[in-house]
């Protein structure tokens, strides 16, 4: 009958990381311009280049500002508002970003979705300024863009990134037009609800359904919904996760871990 490929964007199709970092330390200094007084380059390159390697927990964009604004706290005591940040390291971030997540979001009295659009406008801003640094600043993974537009199979992309954006990319990098009723962008809900709404499409019925991501907590979830259970799940070990993460997934009978050349092969 055929396949149906549901895919995340950041992380499986697109390297956006720096993208994502340089605009959220634009938009934390238009949310706390105080702190960033006397922040100067070397410090500002110090915070992107560690946030390559905290990349992994972010499950929403908005999470970039977060995690920008506490390592300018591990970095410099006196604008600390939190006991969180002190002795802080990345290891620390990587292994317990659930749980200080909460407690900075209440320490420094910010508001979730304030902060979702202040990072969609300085997205906005930055793309109606200077697209081709925008643009940029992202890459698509190798051999993606050539398997997207070669896809014999029906292709979805589920993400967290607010939807323009991702269609803008796949237009301007990749050169691939995937019409915005096939892209699940923020505010369409969780992902698990989109696999169910996907899979119950009469159009749909009697395709071989398959999910690629590189959140194992996203597959974990998808996992503990029995309605879910015809998908087949895929880790990508090219995105952002970590070796701890790929090996107990590994260790997961319903999640593959797969290559990025395998991926490729897939889709086509």
Known sequence: MGDLYALDFDGVLCDSCGESSLSA???AKVRWPNLFEGVDSALEEWIVD???IVRPVVETGY????????????KIPSIRKSSVAEGLTVDGILES????KPVIMEAWDEDKDALIDLFGNVRDDWINKDLTTWIGANRFYPGVSDALKFASSKIYIVTTK???FAEALLREIAGVIIPSERIYGLGSGPKVEVLKLLQDKPEHQG???HFVEDRLATLKNVIKEPELDKWNLYLGNWGY????ERAEAASIPRIQVIELSTFSNKLK
Do not use: P
């Open 25 to 27: 330390v634009k938009a």
């Open 50 to 52: 560690q946030m390559h």
């Open 63 to 74: 999470e970039n500002l977060l995690l920008v604004r506490l390592l300018l706290e591990t």
């Open 97 to 100: 970003w659930a749980k200080i």
């Open 162 to 164: 607010q939807g323009r």
């Open 207 to 209: 395709l071989t359904l």
């Open 241 to 244: 996760n970590t070796e701890k």
